[in-house]
Each structure stands twice: as structure tokens, then as C-alpha cells.
């Protein structure tokens, strides 16, 4: 059991907002702080600033029963989670800044007993740093410095690792890893995470805690880049991607993930940096990888440059452009990446569709790009592109894209087109599920 009973969450972003509604469900008094106004009056208000399914219910109800409280600056708790943002600089170094402030800013308030925890994917040594300025700022309090030797405050690293979209399930569902910089500071941080977390919790130190978040993220990272490189090669074979990974799938130790324009969002096309950065001769996999997929708008790019026709104005419809299917979020998208590369062209007239926004980013509007509904965008087009594979295009009736030359970066139809019903033979283990697609007597 803790003996935390209040908790200060600062940064109310995609990770601390749903954090500080768990916490406040388990009966914690949760502080919520940040340097927005607009985000502390909303959540003040029972209201929340980000698209994360559930989530409004969870935080009206929290703010409605006091247990959720939003404020400017850090005030008063046990235990202070920071939950900031982690940027990369233009030149692709890592930006710990935030933490830093958020370590100054809670710093003045701190006493006895608290627990301090790092949440955000940071380089290694982020931890121990800010362990150093936290006891710079209060030499009247001791800090973990080495483990088994108690401390006035705790001190820890354990990172979320959910996914957006499906943030209230994973945070409590997924183990987690925590590195505390003293045995204590891990033991107090297990147990005010042990109030939510269904799964494991495993100790470790704070280096490798996180390490092991970058590592998630750059594991992914340097599989999609061979899916993208495996993508290319069969361009270059004239196989179809699709069907060879979906084959090669089958073997019992291969999961190949899915090619695709590129890989977007705030997490898996950074986080391979921060590692790169700390040990750059040990990383030339992850370098390429990191090439790889950053080009990969590009050779989209190339693809449709070759359909076009010299002398003509032509239509291009681009079908999605969020960074993953089935959600809102159009930052670091590689969609936007290909629309913008196309639209610096003077033959061609853009038409994009986007079923889950109601308007386009400025930036795109700015370029002359015309929003609409997927239908209307085929219909106008010389070549239809499919940026992202949301649900809402599986409807898409095939009779409509007739005539119209294609880019399926996704593999939505180019795939559908390839699995033959009459490609699979079916093996007695399957039998029972379902009636075979074809007998081994009619193969024969
Ligand atoms: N993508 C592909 N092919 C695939 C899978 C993904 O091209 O087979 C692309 C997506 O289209 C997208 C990008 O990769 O552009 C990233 O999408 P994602 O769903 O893989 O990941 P994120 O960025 O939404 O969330 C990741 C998750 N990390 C891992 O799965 C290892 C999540 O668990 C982390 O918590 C999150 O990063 C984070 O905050 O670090």
C-alpha cells in the first residue's frame, strides 16, 4: 500500500491528462498542472482538449467529484509526475528542456517523503540530471544518488507506453518498466503505480528504463523500414509486397509489419534519435531505418510522377491524410508530407479527402489543396491515391475507381486484387472453423 494521497501531474498533454483521470478514479486528489491557460479552464470545466476515446466521461466525472483539480503551476502533493514534452532540435538532438522547467518549477514546493517520477520518453541520463538540478535548487533536502542509501525525496523513471486511440486500456493493461535512482525510490514508485496498473511492474534502473522506451520505438521504427525496403525491392521485381509479406507471415517466427508512405506521429520517428544521438558509431541500423522511412513520401511521390502525362492538366485525389488510420491526428503525417511535395507542382490539381477532420490544416490551404468527401475526389481524378488506410475507404465501391491509375501506398486494393479465392488450399486444421475456400480432391 502508499502512503501517497495526493498526486501533481505536470503536463496535461496525451499522456498526463489520461494519467491524471486514472489516478483521480483511484481515489488519489490529483493535481493537474499546465503552462496553458486554455487546457487548465477546460479540464476546470470537465472538458478535454485532445481526442482519446472515453476520456471526456472519465475527466467530467473526476472534476464533478473534486478528485481532479487543473492549475497553471505545480502546487503542493506526495508525489509529482512529469509527463512533459521531449522535442528533437532541427538538428536532430534531443530537447530535455521541458523537463528541466518542470523540475524548477516544482522544485520550491517540495518536502519530505515525496516521490518525484519522470514519464516522458527522454534520452538517457535525463533522470539522473534532473535529479542533480533538483538537489542544486534544494540543498536543504537529500536525493537518491546512490542505491540502498535513503533520501529526504524519491526520486524515478517509468515511461508510458500506449498507444493513441487506446490510451485508457493501455495504461492500465501494459507492464511497465520503473527505474528508480535509489531501491527505495523504485519500491514507492511501484506502489503508487500498483493503484492502476494491472499489469507487471518491473524494477530496473533508470538508465535502462530509459533505454528500454527508446528501444520500443526504435524496434518498430527499423521493422517498418524493412517492410518500406521490402516494399521497393518488389517494385523493382514486379511482385506485390502485400501478398509476399502476408506469405512470408506465415511462417511461425516471421511478422513482418505493413509498408506504407512513411512513418508519422510524435513518437516512433523520433525516438530513434535520441539513441542515435548518445551512441552514433553503434547505430547504423537504426540510421538507415531512420532514412528509410523518411524517404519513403518521396518515392510515393516518384510513383505518382510516373503515371502523370506530359502536357495536360491533370487531378490528383489523395485519400487520407492522418498519420495512422482511423484517427484525427494529421501532425508529422506522412500523408500531409506527400500532399505538400505534390502541390509544389504546377500541372497538377490537388483534391484531398479526409473522413475523420472537417477542414484541411492551413498549411494545405495555403498551397491551393481542395477538400472533399473521398467519392467526389475519385470522381474528379486522373490518379487516386491512397494515402491511409481508414475504414471508412473499405467502402469504397471498386466500380468507382474504373479507369483511374492508382497508388495504393497501403496495399487496400492492390491487395484485395492479388488473393485469389482460389489461391489457398486449406489444411485440416482450419476445417473445422470454416467450410474450405476449395477441397484438396477439386486442387488436385
Ligand atoms: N506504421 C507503418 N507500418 C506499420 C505500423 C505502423 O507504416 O506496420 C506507421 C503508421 O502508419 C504511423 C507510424 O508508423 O505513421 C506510427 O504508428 P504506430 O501505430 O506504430 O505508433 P504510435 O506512434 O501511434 O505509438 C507508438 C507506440 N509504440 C509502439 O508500438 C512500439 C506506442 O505504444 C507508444 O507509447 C507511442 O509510440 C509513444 O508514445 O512512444
Redesign the pocket.
Known amino acids: 500500500m502508499s502512503d501517497i494521497r495526493s498526486v501533481s501531474v505536470i503536463g496535461m498533454g496525451y499522456i498526463g491528462l489520461p494519467t491524471c483521470a486514472i489516478f483521480a478514479s483511484r481515489g488519489f486528489d490529483v493535481i493537474g498542472v499546465d503552462i496553458n491557460e486554455a487546457v487548465v479552464e477546460k479540464v476546470n470545466r470537465g472538458e478535454i482538449h485532445i481526442v482519446e476515446p472515453d476520456l471526456d466521461g472519465l475527466v467530467q466525472k473526476m472534476v464533478a467529484n473534486g478528485k481532479l483539480k487543473a492549475f497553471s503551476s505545480p502546487q503542493p502533493a506526495d508525489a509529482y509526475v512529469i509527463a512533459v514534452p521531449t522535442p528533437i532540435t532541427e538538428d536532430r538532438k534531443p530537447d530535455i528542456s521541458y523537463v528541466l522547467a518542470a523540475a524548477r518549477a516544482i522544485a520550491p514546493i517540495l518536502k519530505k517523503g515525496d516521490l518525484v517520477v519522470l514519464e516522458s ?1 527522454s534520452p538517457v541520463g535525463t533522470t539522473r540530471a534532473m535529479n542533480r538540478l533538483l538537489s542544486e535548487l534544494r540543498p536543504d533536502l537529500t536525493f537518491p544518488e546512490a542505491a540502498d542509501k535513503d533520501s529526504d525525496v524519491y526520486v524515478s523513471y517509468s515511461p ?5 486511440g487506446n490510451v485508457l486500456n493501455e495504461l492500465i493493461n501494459n507492464d511497465r518498466s520503473i527505474g528508480g535512482l535509489s531501491r527505495r525510490s523504485s519500491e514507492r514508485t511501484a506502489a503508487l503505480y500498483s493503484s492502476f496498473v494491472a499489469g507487471d511492474l518491473f524494477i530496473t534502473v533508470a538508465e535502462a528504463a530509459e533505454l528500454v ?1 527508446l528501444t ?2 526504435a ?2 521504427d527499423v521493422n ?1 523500414a524493412f ?1 518500406n525496403e521490402l516494399a521497393a525491392v518488389c517494385q523493382d521485381l514486379s511482385l506485390n509486397v502485400w501478398e509476399v509479406i502476408d506469405l512470408a507471415n506465415r511462417h511461425p517466427r516471421v511478422n513482418i ?4 508512405p ?7 520517428a523520433v ?1 530513434p534519435y535520441f539513441i542515435i544521438d548518445a551512441a552514433p558509431d553503434s547505430t547504423p541500423l537504426m540510421q538507415s531505418a531512420r532514412r528509410i522511412n523518411s524517404n519513403r513520401p518521396h518515392s510515393v511521390v516518384r510513383d505518382i510522377e510516373s503515371l502523370l502525362e506530359s502536357g495536360r492538366q491533370q487531378t490528383i485525389a489523395c485519400l487520407g491524410l492522418s ?2 488510420p482511423n484517427i484525427d491526428d494529421l501532425r508529422e ?2 500523408a500531409v508530407e506527400v500532399v505538400k511535395l505534390l502541390s509544389e507542382r504546377k500541372d497538377t490539381k490537388i483534391v484531398a479527402a479526409e473522413p475523420n477532420t472537417r477542414s484541411l490544416p492551413k498549411e494545405l490551404e495555403d498551397r491551393g489543396i481542395v477538400f472533399t468527401d473521398a467519392l467526389s475526389a475519385i470522381d474528379q481524378a486522373d490518379i487516386v491515391v491512397l494515402l491511409v488506410d481508414h475504414r471508412q475507404f473499405n467502402f469504397i465501391d471498386p466500380e468507382s475507381l474504373k479507369g483511374k491509375k492508382l497508388v495504393d501506398t497501403r496495399g487496400l486494393w492492390t491487395w484485395r486484387k492479388a488473393r485469389k479465392p482460389d489461391a489457398r488450399i486449406e489444411g485440416k486444421k482450419n476445417k473445422s472453423k470454416q467450410p474450405a475456400l476449395m477441397t484438396m480432391e477439386k486442387a488436385a
Open positions: 520518453t508510458e507506453r500506449v498507444l493513441p522506451k520500443e520505438n524496434f518498430r517498418i517492410a509489419l505493413q509498408p506504407g512513411g512513418v508519422g506521429g510524435h513518437c516512433i525516438d498519420f495512422k503525417s506522412p
